[in-house]
Structures are given as structure tokens and as C-alpha cells.
């Protein structure tokens, strides 16, 4: 059944002139039949320059919006039509505007987990992989960044010099990971290395031996002369530092860290998706040219 639908996806996808990006929080038999794999910020970038009609976004919306916001010109298509981000829901656009009035001398900053509306109202998006590096060169001293207050005090901790007004939302699924489970991993696995995505806590992050995008993680975990780590954030991640990396162990805290709308994607959804167009991504002309500034902000000042 598997390889006789992925056999169909393949074909589909020729006669089609499609391309399909996963995100590495996908389930496994779709990271494995992607074109291309990655963090947030290389798949915006994959979906603004790839040379095919059609984009096949196996992730949540606000990555579908990304592409769609990038490249008009294309069709967006989403396997699963309500596979959204609970963090990028915590924001909205009347909320953003309020805020923005009560600071008019800040630069506003969003995670690129909001939605397009958000987007719209902001000057620069970043992901968890460019914040640093952005933030680094941009000359204001007051920044207003959302949704995420977890990745928002990460950035706040490297730029003392400057004011932050934090949003008060978060990823629930990085946001419960405990430290207790940590500890208790550490306790049996003391030489292992601990692994954290910004999205996690500050007491998580402060344990961290690195703390970086789903990217970062892997590249550091594959560089590392370690063999065992503890790896805090969604478990889907793991199928490319296993495939990377078979000879080292990777343990996620509490055993299981699953981001729900991530794991929607099915290769039937993609399979039908793919064959009658469906799930097209729509953005609002007027909010797609007000959001692209943001993610051509974000591009540029990323290079
Ligand atoms: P990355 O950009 O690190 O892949 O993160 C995306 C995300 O949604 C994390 O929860
Ligand atoms: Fe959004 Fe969290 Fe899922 Fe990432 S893991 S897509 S932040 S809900």
C-alpha cells in the first residue's frame, strides 16, 4: 500500500509540475518522500525559488501563507486544509495594531509562526535559525516581538542594550516540557548532551549545551563527539538525526513531544491533495503585499 501510493505521489508530481517541501517535524514516511526537507527558513526560501508551479507544503498554515506571500505566481497546495500553529493563533491583528499605537518608536518584530493578517502589521519576520543574526542588525533600540514570549526572551537575553516588549503567547508543546524529565534523562545518560529548541522554557534553555532551530539541532547533534542526546523538542526531528547520525542515541524528554497539527499529514491526504488541487492556500490580496515587506525584511537581513 505504502509503495504503491508513493509510486502514485511520484508520478502525480511529474505530470503535475510539483515540488513537495516537509517540514522536519513531519511524519516519517513524509519527510521520506519530500523533495526537500527543512526548518522553517529553508523552506521559505526552497518555496520562493523552486522552479516548479505548484508547491506541496506539508506542514501548518502559517508555512503554506509563507510561500503563498512569497510567490503569488504559484499555486500553494496543503495536504491537510486545517493543519494550523496553535502559537501563531495566540496573536491576532486588531490585538498586534493596539499594541503597536501604545509603542510607536518600536520596530515590530514577528516570529515567522503568525499568520499573514499579524504579518501584515509587522516590519520584520524572523525563524528561530535567523533571529540572532537579524536582530544583530537592526539598529533599534525597542522591539516589540510575537508571538512566542519563549523565543522573545531568548533574543532579549543576547541584546541587553535593547527594550523588549514581549507577546505573551507560546508553542504549548515546547512550553510543557519539564525540567524534572530532563533531569531524570541526565541522571541515567550524565554524559549526554542536551539539545533545546528556542521555543522551550528559559530553565530548559539554561541546561542547554546548545540551544538552536530544528536545523541547528541537527547540524550540532552530527558534528557532536557525543554519542547520546537529549533532544528537547517535537519528536519528529528524529527521523532525520537518526538517519543521519545511526549510531548515536537521541532521547526526547518525557518520551513523547508531538505537535498534533504536524502529524495530520497522511501520504493518502497528500496523495488526494496532489490529484484533484485541493486545499489551495488563499491569502487576501491587500494583507499578501503588506506581509511579503516583512518576509523580504526577514530574507535580506538573514543573507
Ligand atoms: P524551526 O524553524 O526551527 O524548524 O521551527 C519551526 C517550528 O514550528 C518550531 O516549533
Ligand atoms: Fe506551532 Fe508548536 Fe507545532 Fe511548531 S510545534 S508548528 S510552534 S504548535
Not at 496532489?274 to 511579503?292: F, H, M, P, S
Request: negative net charge; contains cysteine.
Amino acid at each position: 500500500m505504502v509503495k504503491e501510493l508513493t509510486k502514485k505521489i511520484n508520478e502525480l508530481k511529474k505530470e503535475k509540475d510539483a515540488i513537495i517541501l516537509a517540514h522536519f517535524y513531519q511524519p516519517p514516511e513524509i519527510q521520506a518522500i519530500a523533495d526537500e526537507v527543512g526548518d522553517s527558513y529553508y523552506l521559505s526560501e526552497i518555496a520562493r525559488d523552486c522552479p516548479q508551479k505548484t508547491v506541496v507544503f506539508c506542514g501548518v498554515k502559517f508555512m503554506g501563507e509563507s510561500a503563498k506571500i512569497l510567490s503569488p505566481e504559484k499555486t500553494v497546495l496543503m495536504p491537510v486544509a486545517n493543519a494550523g500553529c496553535v502559537m501563531a493563533d495566540m496573536a491576532n491583528d486588531i490585538q498586534v495594531a493596539a499594541l503597536k499605537k501604545k509603542h510607536p518608536d518600536a520596530l515590530t518584530v514577528c516570529y515567522i509562526n503568525s499568520t499573514a493578517a499579524v504579518k501584515a502589521h509587522c516590519d520584520v519576520s524572523v525563524t528561530s535559525s535567523s533571529a540572532l543574526n537579524i536582530l544583530g542588525k537592526v539598529e533599534n533600540k525597542k522591539i516589540i516581538f510575537l508571538p512566542d514570549r519563549n523565543l522573545g526572551e531568548y533574543i532579549a537575553e543576547h541584546f541587553p542594550e535593547k527594550e523588549f516588549i514581549l507577546w505573551d503567547g507560546c508553542c504549548l508543546f515546547h512550553d510543557r516540557i519539564k525540567l524534572e524529565e530532563i533531569e531524570k534523562l541526565k541522571e541515567e545518560y550524565p554524559d549526554a548532551e542536551v539539545l533545546v529548541h528556542p521555543e522551550c522554557r528559559k530553565e530548559i534553555r539554561d541546561m542547554a549545551d546548545y540551544t538552536g532551530s530544528t536545523s541547528g539541532i541537527i547540524k550540532y547533534a552530527t558534528n557532536s563527539n557525543c554519542k547520546e542526546f537529549i533532544v528537547a523538542t517535537e519528536e519528529g526531528i528524529l527521523y532525520e538525526l537518526e538517519k543521519q547520525n545511526p549510531d548515536k542515541k537521541f532521547m526526547i524528554p518525557g518520551g513523547s513531544v508531538r505537535c498534533a497539527d504536524m502529524k495530520k499529514t497522511t501520504l493518502e491526504n497528500l496523495y488526494t491533495t496532489l490529484l484533484n488541487g485541493e486545499n489551495e492556500v488563499v491569502v487576501d490580496e491587500q494583507i499578501r503585499e503588506k506581509a511579503l515587506k516583512s518576509l523580504l525584511n526577514m530574507h535580506k537581513l538573514a543573507e
